[in-house]
């Protein structure tokens, strides 16, 4: 078993006792059903392996799913409920995926401001950033994962 998060992408590992290590450790209660349906639904590039990037995926879908939780795992869960609503307000049109025009209309304070202070460019490099696989739209994971990414980041950093 690994013994922290770096180990993850040094060591082969087996994700399925990863994953129930980490029920174990969070008190949560998956069926071999739900495991499989998280691992392929966090599986993003569909390659039958779970990279760093889909892991963080895998770990937030179990926690959105399991019902009761430990004490260490609330915050984490709280900070997952914030990033879905964040995403259900760009979602205007509600089809799971954000397009430009869905995120630019969400951010416009005034014509004369832009979106929200942004530049164009500045806007279209964090949209680009969100867009992992290219496709002009961001998913429910893009969009998680870009937000993982962006934590701690300072205010008002441009890269």
């Given at each position: 078993m690994a013994t922290g998060w770096t180990d993850l992408e040094l060591s082969p590992i087996r994700v399925d006792d990863v994953i129930q290590e980490y029920c174990r450790e969070m008190k949560y209660n998956i069926t071999d059903e739900m495991e499989k349906e998280i691992f392929s639904a966090s599986d993003m590039d569909?390659?039958?392996?779970i990279?760093?990037?889909?892991?963080?995926?895998l770990l937030a879908t179990i926690t959105m799913v399991s019902g009761d939780a430990s004490?260490?795992?609330?915050?984490?869960?709280q900070a997952l409920e914030t990033v879905n609503d964040m995403f259900?307000?760009?979602?205007?049109?509600?089809?799971g995926k954000l397009n430009v025009k869905e995120v630019q209309q969400?951010?416009?304070v005034a014509p004369s401001q832009g979106t929200?202070?942004?530049s164009e460019d500045l806007f279209a490099r964090r949209f680009e950033e969100m867009d992992w696989d290219n496709n002009g739209e961001i998913t429910y994971q893009e969009f998680l994962l870009a937000t993982e990414m962006w934590v701690g980041l300072e205010e008002g950093a441009d890269a």
């Open positions: 569909n390659d039958a392996r990279d760093f990037k889909e892991f963080i995926i004490e260490t795992s609330k915050d984490f869960r259900l307000f760009f979602d205007i049109n509600r089809d969400r951010m416009k929200m202070g942004l």
